[in-house]
T-cell receptor, first 113, second 116 residues
Framework: DAGVTQSPTHLIKTRGQQVTLRCSPK?????VSWYQQALGQGPQFIFQ???????QRGNFPDRFSGHQFPNYSSELNVNALLLGDSALYLC????????????FGSGTRLTVV | AQKVTQAQTEISVVEKEDVTLDCVYE???????LFWYKQPPSGELVFLIR??????QNEISGRYSWNFQKSTSSFNFTITASQVVDSAVYFC?????????????FGTGTRLKVLA
């Protein structure tokens, strides 16, 4: 049973560019959340998707957007990249509200130069 | 505001020593969940435990144990007889319930180094 799968594992982009990160949730899970983890910090909540809609959003600018597909997979898009966007981006999936815990993927390491 | 504090940035111990990782939280919710996750160098957050705010019983799972004290808003994690494989960053997290769903507030993590 595959857990949460994220792609790509590593990515290098130039300031001002746009990037798309992808996530396939654990089998049986229908909710996907995205977190940003800067070096030496704890993960910060970006947003959560359920039934193809953004259900909750953290304190991130509109440059960060997402999408959820009918098969529950999800994408995170970041426009106009800044150096400060360099981080590990973690996808987490759960069933329903997430009260019972999330399963996290290994993340995508984004470096903006 | 919801907040999780892990005051210990880094801890080094020698193999077989016991080690306790501290976690203090702040929340306005009456019902909440607390979690501990382990993050090895691979980056994946590995779930260790979930605790409901109404359940203050301590829990032991093998070499791991957790001490939840609502009176002091603490949820500490002890590893008994540590092993080199326990080396990782450990995160304490608090659930925040908003709009019918939960998101996590993470602490800044404690890096544990277990030396052979």
């Amino acid at each position: 049973d595959a857990g949460v799968t994220q792609s790509p594992t590593h990515l290098i982009k130039t300031r001002g560019q746009q990037v798309t990160l992808r996530c396939s949730p654990k089998s049986g899970h229908d909710t996907v959340s995205w977190y940003q983890q800067a070096l030496g910090q704890g993960p910060q909540f970006i947003f959560q998707y359920y039934e193809e809609e953004e259900r909750q959003r953290g304190n991130f600018p509109d440059r960060f957007s997402g999408h959820q597909f009918p098969n529950y997979s999800s994408e995170l898009n970041v426009n106009a990249l800044l150096l400060g966007d360099s981080a590990l981006y973690l996808c987490a999936s759960s069933s329903g509200t997430g009260a019972h815990g999330y399963t996290f993927g290994s993340g995508t390491r984004l470096t903006v130069v | 505001a919801q907040k999780v504090t892990q005051a210990q940035t880094e801890i080094s111990v020698v193999e077989k020593e016991d080690v306790t990782l501290d976690c203090v939280y702040e929340t306005r919710d009456t019902t909440y969940y607390l979690f501990w996750y382990k993050q090895p160098p691979s980056g994946e957050l590995v779930f260790l435990i979930r605790r409901n705010s109404f359940d203050e019983q301590n829990e032991i799972s093998g070499r791991y144990s957790w001490n939840f004290q609502k009176s002091t808003s603490s949820f500490n994690f002890t590893i008994t007889a540590s092993q080199v494989v326990d080396s990782a960053v450990y995160f304490c997290a608090l659930s925040e319930h908003t709009s019918g769903t939960y998101k996590y507030i993470f602490g800044t993590g404690t890096r544990l180094k277990v030396l052979a």
